[in-house]
């Protein structure tokens, strides 16, 4: 254990340890050994990467959600229609990450056909860290994307009232030697799920991140889970998340967003049942040229964007997905760095379940 600030207090845990914790809390809930297996690794490989609004935090959300009835514990998933290089699945109202491997799967298998593969779900709900998929199709040598629509915690630019979500996106490119690009965002000027850590945490939030309940800015994650977030780079962050909507919800023929009827707005809340739209996209690099070639010309671009000089106040610039992939290295070697209050929704999970406690250290 170490101390990092005046207080927080920073414990490592193996990344074994914590999936068997996921494992066991969703099992208990439900879920299917399998499903409960792919649920926790995408759970598991968000706190590895460092992106923790989209690792352990979630799993009490989705475990009150399915012992409420909102979501199915037990969806059937099913390849609803097939056309060349495109098909569509019914998620039936299970946890998203469920559907949305098989989709991002079969979108790589229609890439090896035909170049490219595109494959939308829908009646789903929550899919956890975008870049899970999308990296899926990096070890079979193609670009990976994957999209979803959300229900609407942010407005257009200069508006007040939610009428869009925050959409994230995800895009993973692969390279040679250097690490692959990968590029995980949502269109807001945060996710919400960061804004739930820091109200964990008891830590404000930036400027420009949200606007309260009346409209006003704030720096209070609650006021802000409880008003509306701000989009990513005003009008652009705005048009991008409406061409998500369109895509995941639109394409897929999903629920817009508009259409949810979700009630919950704050942490540790149950996942309400969104039935919501995900798109998956691969891309067959050799369709297009050798993928030794391609590899090569990524790692000189990489180099080159790398040698950027940095500016006043930082140590070095980074590439998408760098921050994370460095992250990564050092919690699978050392254990996951936790706050110590991030864990606090382990302890909670364990008590309302019944199950063994998640050990650290």
């Given at each position: 254990m170490t101390t990092t600030g005046p207080q927080a207090r920073i414990v490592r845990v193996a990344a074994e340890r914590l999936r068997v914790f996921c494992r066991t809390a969703l099992e208990r809930v439900g879920l299917s050994e399998a499903d409960a297996d792919l649920v926790a690794d995408t759970l598991v490989e968000a706190d590895l990467r460092g992106v923790h609004s989209h690792g352990l935090i979630l799993l009490v959300r989705y475990c009150r959600g399915l012992l409420k009835g909102y979501v199915n514990p037990r969806p059937q998933v099913r390849v609803e229609a097939r056309t060349g290089a495109t098909a569509r699945i019914?998620?039936?109202?299970?946890?998203g990450q469920i559907p949305s491997v098989k989709a991002m799967d079969l979108a790589i298998e229609l890439a090896e056909t035909y170049g490219i593969g595109t494959v939308v779900v829908y009646n789903s709900n929550h899919f956890g860290a975008a870049a899970?998929?999308?990296?899926?199709?990096?070890p079979r040598r193609m670009v990976g994307f994957a999209t979803t629509n959300a229900?609407?915690?942010?407005?257009l630019f200069g508006g007040r009232d939610p009428v869009v979500g925050n959409n994230p996106l995800a895009w993973a490119i692969p390279a040679g030697k250097e690490p692959p690009i990968v590029l995980d965002m949502a269109c807001s000027a945060s996710s919400r799920g960061k804004i739930r850590v820091l109200a964990q945490r008891g830590e404000p939030i930036p400027p420009g991140w949200a606007l309260d309940a009346e409209g006003l800015p704030t720096t209070d994650p609650l006021a802000a889970l409880g008003g509306v977030m701000l989009p990513a780079g005003g009008y652009k962050g705005a048009g991008l998340a409406v061409?998500?909507?369109?895509?995941?919800?639109?394409l897929s023929g999903a629920r817009f967003g508009f259409e949810i009827d979700t009630h919950t707005v704050h942490a540790g809340d149950p996942q309400d049942s969104w039935q919501v739209g995900h798109l998956f996209q691969a891309v067959r690099i050799e369709s297009f040229?050798?993928?030794e070639?391609?590899?090569?010309?990524?790692?000189?671009?990489?180099?080159?964007?790398?040698s950027c000089r940095p500016a006043p106040g930082h140590e070095r610039v980074y590439l998408p997905g760098e921050i994370e992939y460095l992250h990564r290295a050092d919690a699978v070697a050392n254990g996951i760095p936790f706050e110590e209050s991030d864990l606090h929704w382990a302890k909670v999970v364990a008590e309302e379940l019944g199950i063994e406690p998640l050990k650290v250290g």
């Open positions: 019914n998620g039936d109202n299970g946890l899970y998929y999308a990296m899926r199709a990096l229900p609407p915690v942010m407005p061409v998500m909507e369109a895509l995941a919800g639109g040229m050798p993928f070639e391609f590899s090569a010309r990524m790692d000189r671009l990489i180099r080159y964007l790398r």
